[in-house]
């Protein structure tokens, strides 16, 4: 059987054979456009004088392209 991912709220829900299997974070894609999983993201950040700012963030689908 496969599987149904729901993204709400910044919230991958996975949902495996009518049981939920894991809830992950999402982030916003600069690749592909669209919601992915946390996991396995890399950012690019900038560092200045007070904090660090991602500016661009790629899943891990589109790092194995």
Known sequence: MGYVEIVQNGLVARLENGELR???RS???DK????????GG???EI???TDRQV???ICSKCRKL
């Open 32 to 39: 592909c456009n669209s919601l992915q999983s946390a996991i």
């Open 42 to 44: 890399k950012g690019v």
């Open 47 to 49: 560092l200045n004088d």
């Open 55 to 57: 500016v661009l963030w």
């Open 22 to 24: 894991s809830v992950t």
């Open 27 to 29: 982030a916003w894609c």
